[in-house]
């Protein structure tokens, strides 16, 4: 079968820098030293499917094609060849690439006899694909399409959950066990986006193969109605943590939810960044707002005793309603390192029970193989729901 590959190199580029998104920022952000994510991450998609295609799971022994522009755009991420898997070229990535770039080759991977597109890149790029593919005809608009995760945000429902998972129900798909079904394009109105409103639309329909354990969903496109009481309660919580303990500090992730917390404590927290509240120092605490990678690091590593070691500090989360997603989703700032700096049993989800009433799991795509495992290993992550109320929930298998 002939996969068509398409990766956009600036997908994700800013997110450890705390981008709000790449748009028009793979400049700047390659200038601030920030590394390709798509690509590697359609790497490691493609590293699995080898895998799964030389096991027993092929059990008819389905062999697939890749076909794409050799370079950043395709052939660069494509395993060495063997029987199962090969790569076929049909053009080159030119030296700077942009939206219209994507658009040309998808309209040679149709040509070429692509059967589905196996893509890496955020919500901007699926726009890209999906407009394409509906500008060529009929035929072409109902091209089964799987995104590999590598972009700052994805709302869009054709994304599997991890790269592994896109390895996994593109397999599902070579052997012919998934039917395809209509999903939501989504993406924010990015200059809203810049200035800290998040306002999600949908912009169009995509097929892509059906599975909810593998495949993220859209998110929700409406915000739950208020819950004053509930927020107020969550609000009480976190100040009682804040009240006992001087030399806690705080690192807050992104969303509504937390930044209304926030408020409530008197705290004027970003939306869609991260900012962390430092402990009692002089009569007060210092809140550092909006922070990437690197500040995020050099803040965490100074919260030590006199004997250099770590002090008090808890990382708040606010899973993403619809997909669950409480690491991996717009909030590329928590890196790794960042996250074994902060050490996993120091995270604490937050949620109110409206959010949680469709949430069965929540989902964690550090980015990193070895630490999704330790994620794994731990089975449940603790979600406060309420003051002084917590409940455990499970952690979706990768």
Known sequence: MRIGIVVNPDAGLGGRLGFKGSDGRAAEARAAGAEDR?????????EALKTLLESSLNRTQVKMECIGWEGRMGGAWVP????????SSIGITPDTTSEKDTSELVHALVESGAEAILYAGGDGTTRDIANTLESINKDAQEMPLIGVPGGVKMHSGCFATTPKAAAEVTLAFLLGDLRCA??????????????GVWKVRMYGEAWTPSSPRFMQGAK?????????????GLSQHVKSLLDSDEDLMIIWG??????RIGENCGEELTLLGIDVLGPVENGQRKLYSDLNE???????????????EQRQRLLLLSPMGGQGFLIGRGNLQLSPDVLKLVGIENILGVATPAKLIGL??????TGDVALDQVFQTKRFVKILQG??????IRIEEA
């Open 38 to 46: 798509a690509g590697p991450r359609m790497n490691q998609a493609l």
């Open 80 to 87: 060495s060849a063997n029987e199962n898997i090969t790569f």
């Open 182 to 195: 209509i999903t939501e394009v989504m993406d924010l109105d990015e200059e809203i986006y810049q200035e």
């Open 220 to 232: 929700e496109q409406v915000e739950r109605t208020s819950e004053v009481d509930t927020i107020e």
């Open 254 to 259: 992104s969303g509504g939810t937390l930044r």
């Open 294 to 308: 690197q500040q995020l690091l050099d803040i965490i590593a100074l919260h030590v005793d006199e004997k250099g």
């Open 360 to 365: 069965n799991a929540v989902r964690i795509d």
């Open 387 to 392: 003051f002084r109320t917590t409940r455990l």
